[in-house]
């Protein structure tokens, strides 16, 4: 994997993912400027170091001025709440604008990192699903996402030299442990079911698969991986397991639909990272459930 020291590197939403890519980086010696909507998290990406931070909606083009273009790399990690709207602002016309940003520069991005989501997948029914099934999305929000994709995939040629689509599966670690935090409340019910399995990412294995597109050999471009771990376990197991690990006695699943983005079901399925670790070499740190959450209780 090639250094990305002394590279510049632009972030496109700090948030969980996002400002964890920016310290990594920052470690690793890049030179890194963020965009992000809120000023506050602009004052502590300054205070962490980095070289430069614009506050602004991504969707918007007034940034486009205060970024120069042709960046050795770009990381898109927004993220959006709430109904279609959100997801179209951020997700799609975010896309695009980060598009004619990089369009209309002299130079054109080296590298371009998407984190996509493993929502743009419609399977269950305990489907093993690889970047070659159809991924028309299982949701509302699902087929916003893949349309960002698509944008992506067709970018006016000039604009990126090579890109990756990360499909990240489910995001837990330090901070973002919502099950866990369910279970320390003493609940005695957990809502939906706990008959499909969890696909879950640690937030650690997600910057180094970002990391890992960052300083890919030349000769790997324009992919798309699905980013989770190896090991997706059923529901139920994860919850006995945390319930056991905290002394507590196991809840019982209310057997109502367990929202997901959308409002749609949780599929069970088994999403395979097979692909990452074949053609970049990467391995998640945290491979199981069990690896990731002893090193949070541990905390
Ligand atoms: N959460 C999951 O389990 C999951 C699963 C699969 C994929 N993903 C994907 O993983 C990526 C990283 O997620 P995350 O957990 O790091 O999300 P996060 O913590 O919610 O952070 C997302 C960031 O995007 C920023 N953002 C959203 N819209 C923006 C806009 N129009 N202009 C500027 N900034 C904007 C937000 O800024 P504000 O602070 O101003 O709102 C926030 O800082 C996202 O692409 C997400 O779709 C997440």
């Known amino acids: 994997m090639a250094s990305i020291a002394n590279k510049r590197l632009v972030i496109f939403g700090c948030g969980y993912i996002g400002s964890a890519v920016a310290q990594a980086a920052l470690t690793a010696g890049a030179r890194v400027e963020a965009l992000t909507r809120n000023p506050e998290k602009a004052a502590a990406l300054r205070a962490l170091g980095l070289a430069k931070v614009v506050v602004a909606d ?122 866990l935090d369910q279970l320390r409340t003493d609940a005695t019910t957990l809502g939906g079911s706990g008959a499909h399995r969890l696909n879950l990412a640690h937030r650690d294995d997600i910057v180094a698969a970002i990391l890992a597109c960052l300083g890919a050999s030349p000769a790997v471009a324009n992919e ?3 980013v989770v771990d190896t090991a997706p376990a059923m529901r139920e197991e994860v919850v006995r397991w945390l319930a056991a690990k905290l002394g507590r006695p196991m809840p019982a699943f209310d057997g109502g639909t367990t929202a997901r983005r959308g409002g749609a079901p949780m599929p069970d399925r088994v999403i395979s990272s097979a692909k990452i670790q074949r053609a970049l070499g990467w391995r998640p740190q945290y491979p199981d459930y069990r690896t990731g959450f002893e090193k949070l209780l541990s905390r």
Request: glycine fraction near 16%; charged fraction near 15%.
């Open 224 to 226: 798309i991986f699905n």
């Open 58 to 179: 991504l969707a918007a083009s007034d940034w486009h001025g205060q970024i120069a273009g042709g960046p050795d790399f770009v990381v898109n990690c927004v993220s959006a709440g709430g109904g279609p709207d959100g997801y179209r602002q951020s997700y799609v016309a975010g896309m695009q604008s980060i598009l004619a940003w990089a369009g209309g520069s002299a130079a054109p991005v080296g590298t371009l990192v998407y984190t996509s989501s493993t929502s743009v997948y419609p399977q269950g029914a305990g489907a093993l699903v690889d970047e070659s099934a159809s991924a028309d999305g299982g949701t509302p929000n699902g087929r916003i996402i893949r349309d960002s994709e698509l944008l992506l995939q067709n970018a006016p040629v000039g604009a990126v030299r090579r890109s990756f689509i990360l499909r990240l599966a489910g995001i837990y670690g330090p901070d973002r442990h919502h099950l």
